[in-house]
């Protein structure tokens, strides 16, 4: 090998470990940022796995607590009201809280279903209490300055459907049984049914002004004992208990007068002077109630008594006018009025500015009310 060769090859050898060494440190230094990134960019992306991860999990227990909560709800099959403070956050409460807060009611009428009506209408609210083993099961009102959350008596059919949604099919479970209530056409225009929270609502309407005419609250046993729409069940139904002639007597009696309450509530509402309670007219229509019980019929006229006018002359009752209503087989007696108000011959008589007294008889199911202006 030449010197110059040598001297070639030296410096070729030099300089190939230079460049070695130089390669080696670009690598070395490639792979130390290739690994520190290769580590930032795999802890990011776990961070971001375990984040979709949280995100679906997070995901999954929406829905199965949507899920849930549907379930829970599923008996009132509506969509969601928003729950606000208001009359009907009184079922569930003590008569102990009642009379703490609105004082002894005016009277207390006894029910065919178990409870109590206590009645208070001293106050500037009319309202009506369903009291049963201590516990407040329904609470009724036609009172526009009433606390009925989210409506207010007078509000128009739609004003209400804007808050609450109305079925024609409505379900209920119960422990192991299963109902459905089915609303007719006119269910639906003049008594729906809807939740708010764990207590059912009964909205009444005047289908002629198409506005809330009143309004009930009530607990789902309370429903279910009352059964206001056709019913298809599986299970067991909450059975009324039979009542004695004592105890029937209070019952007709209460109802009676809560038919004269609400019908002078109308008038008012209607800017229509009270009628006057008359009592010998009262048992005139009693008596006829039983009749029409007794001999199972439904008329004015009577096999037995004639017409009104005969009815009221065997009493010695003088009048210049007299009108009468009668109903059948409805819920209690606020169901009766409600139906007296919808139907036009019976509203005429409601709503007859020139009527001063009223008689009004219940016996059992059958309903009476005798309108009179006297000599």
Same mark, same amino acid.
């Not at 299970?235 to 007597?249: C, Q, T």
């Given at each position: 090998?030449?010197? !110059?060769?040598?001297?070639?090859?030296?410096?070729?050898l030099?300089?190939?470990?230079?460049?070695?060494? @130089?390669?080696?440190? $670009?690598?070395?230094?490639?792979? +130390?940022?290739? @690994?520190?990134?290769y580590?930032?960019i795999?802890?990011?992306?776990?961070? !971001?796995?375990?984040?979709?991860?949280?995100?679906?999990?997070?995901?999954?227990?929406? $829905?199965?607590?949507?899920?849930?909560?549907?379930?829970?709800?599923?008996?009132?099959?509506?969509?969601?009201v928003?729950?606000?403070?208001?009359?009907?956050?009184?079922?569930?409460?003590?008569e102990?809280?009642l009379?703490?807060?609105?004082?002894?009611?005016?009277r207390?009428?006894m029910?065919?279903?178990?409870?109590?009506w206590w009645i208070?209408?001293?106050?500037?609210?009319?309202l009506?209490?369903?009291?049963?083993?201590?516990?407040?099961?329904?609470?009724?009102?036609?009172?526009?300055?009433?606390?009925?959350?989210h409506?207010?008596?007078?509000?128009?059919?739609?004003? $209400?459907?804007?808050?609450?949604?109305?079925?024609?099919? !409505?379900?209920?479970?119960?422990d192991?049984?299963s109902?459905?209530?089915?609303?007719? %056409?006119?269910? +639906?225009?003049?008594?729906? +049914?809807?939740p708010?929270?764990?207590v059912? !609502?009964?909205?009444?309407?005047?289908?002629?002004?198409?506005?809330?005419?009143?309004i009930r609250?009530?607990?789902?046993?309370?429903?279910?004992l009352?059964?206001?729409?056709?019913?298809?069940y599986?299970?067991?139904?909450?059975?009324?208990?039979?009542?004695?002639?004592?105890?029937? @007597?209070?019952?007709?009696? @209460?109802?009676?007068?809560?038919?004269?309450?609400l019908?002078?509530?109308?008038?008012?509402?209607?800017?229509l002077?009270p009628?006057?309670?008359? %009592?010998?007219?009262a048992y005139?229509?009693?008596?006829?109630?039983?009749?029409?019980?007794?001999n199972?019929?439904?008329s004015?006229?009577?096999?037995?008594?004639?017409?009104?006018?005969d009815?009221?002359?065997?009493e010695?009752?003088?009048?210049?006018?007299a009108?009468?209503?009668i109903?059948?087989?409805y819920?209690?007696?606020?169901?009766?009025?409600e139906?007296?108000?919808?139907?036009?011959?019976h509203?005429?008589?409601? +709503?007859?500015?020139?009527?001063?007294?009223?008689?009004?008889?219940?016996?059992?199911?059958?309903?009476?009310?005798?309108?009179? $202006?006297?000599w």
């Amino acid at each position: 090998m030449s010197i !110059v060769e040598k001297h070639i090859a030296e410096f070729t050898l030099r300089g190939d470990t230079s460049t070695m060494r @130089g390669l080696m440190t $670009v690598l070395v230094g490639f792979f +130390l940022f290739v @690994g520190f990134f290769y580590f930032f960019i795999y802890e990011d992306n776990e961070s !971001v796995e375990e984040q979709l991860k949280s995100d679906r999990l997070a995901a999954d227990l929406n $829905v199965k607590g949507d899920n849930e909560e549907q379930n829970n709800n599923s008996s009132f099959n509506s969509n969601e009201v928003e729950v606000v403070e208001g009359l009907h956050q009184w079922i569930g409460q003590s008569e102990e809280d009642l009379i703490e807060y609105f004082g002894e009611p005016s009277r207390i009428d006894m029910s065919q279903y178990g409870y109590e009506w206590w009645i208070y209408k001293e106050s500037s609210i009319y309202l009506q209490f369903g009291v049963g083993n201590n516990v407040i099961v329904s609470v009724y009102t036609n009172d526009a300055s009433a606390d009925t959350a989210h409506i207010r008596i007078g509000d128009t059919y739609d004003e $209400v459907m804007s808050q609450y949604e109305f079925k024609s099919d !409505v379900s209920l479970r119960s422990d192991n049984s299963s109902y459905k209530f089915e609303l007719r %056409e006119d269910d +639906l225009k003049m008594r729906p +049914l809807a939740p708010l929270g764990n207590v059912w !609502v009964q909205f009444y309407f005047d289908t002629h002004t198409e506005k809330l005419s009143s309004i009930r609250y009530i607990d789902e046993e309370t429903l279910l004992l009352h059964r206001p729409y056709s019913i298809v069940y599986r299970g067991k139904l909450p059975e009324v208990s039979e009542h004695s002639e004592n105890e029937w @007597g209070k019952i007709q009696e @209460g109802q009676a007068l809560q038919i004269f309450d609400l019908t002078n509530d109308i008038r008012k509402n209607h800017e229509l002077p009270p009628v006057e309670w008359d %009592e010998t007219t009262a048992y005139v229509a009693l008596l006829h109630s039983e009749d029409m019980n007794t001999n199972n019929f439904f008329s004015h006229t009577s096999p037995n008594s004639g017409e009104l006018k005969d009815r009221l002359e065997s009493e010695f009752i003088s009048y210049q006018l007299a009108a009468e209503n009668i109903a059948a087989n409805y819920v209690d007696a606020i169901e009766a009025v409600e139906g007296w108000l919808n139907s036009e011959g019976h509203r005429v008589n409601l +709503l007859d500015e020139r009527f001063t007294h009223l008689g009004v008889g219940v016996y059992r199911n059958y309903y009476t009310q005798n309108f009179i $202006v006297p000599w």
